[in-house]
């Protein structure tokens, strides 16, 4: 049976083409939307982002996708965030201000601390460990590099949303999931074969 098709959310912000060819290369089909209606027909969705929190939740909100979108996570579509597109799901984002998120994860997006000695943005390869099991994981490796490029982290209050961690001067979320819905910091489709692996676990989620 093939897989069923992915929807990547165009909302004007993201490196859709290089997420798009990481699903079809790895035998998925992958589809732009920016019509929340049409948005309706996908039982998997790619929320992918690249650049600033307050103009990409503008642009959700100006859309409609913002209610599309909660509106698919309702009805138990497997929806992934990426990078940017993580944060957007989460209750508030510090960054450039105080801005509300799609709140679908109690948990705060905020800077990196300047005291850490640290570069920010973080930028390059660094490890993700996984606190626990998930399909997304599945022939992968705890401890795998994966590749970052962001100066903003996500705080999750509920210890149960975090699924994996990762180690840049203290310990932040990499990667979170609260039932059909996942987010991961890092840029699967430029992670290699770590990287790959799991968005190819996520194109063979059941439906």
């Not at 490196?15 to 790895?26: D, P, T």
């Not at 009805?75 to 508030?92: K, P, R």
């Amino acid at each position: 049976m093939n897989p069923a098709p992915v929807a990547i959310v165009d909302y004007g912000m993201g490196n859709l083409r290089s997420v798009q060819n990481a699903v079809e290369h790895l035998g998925g089909h992958a589809v732009f939307v920016s019509d929340p209606m049409q948005l309706r027909q996908y039982q998997k969705i790619i929320l992918p982002g690249v650049g600033a929190f307050s103009q990409a939740i503008t642009c959700l909100r100006e859309t409609g996708l913002d209610v599309a979108l909660s509106e698919r996570r309702d009805a138990g579509a497997h929806i992934l965030g990426i990078c940017l597109g993580m944060q957007l799901m989460c209750t508030v984002s510090e960054e450039d201000g105080i801005h509300q998120g799609l709140d679908w994860f109690s948990a705060k997006v905020s800077r990196f601390p300047a005291d850490s000695g640290l570069s920010v943005p973080h930028m390059g390869w660094n490890g993700v460990d996984f606190s626990r099991d998930d399909p997304m994981f599945a022939k992968l490796e705890s401890g795998s590099d994966a590749y970052f490029v962001h100066s903003y982290r996500v705080e999750c209050s509920d210890p149960a949303d975090v699924i994996a961690t990762t180690d840049y001067g203290h310990r932040f979320d990499s990667i979170i999931q609260r039932g059909n819905v996942r987010g991961i910091q890092f840029h699967p489709e430029k992670s290699q074969g770590f990287g790959l692996g799991m968005i190819r676990n996520y194109v063979e989620l059941p439906c």
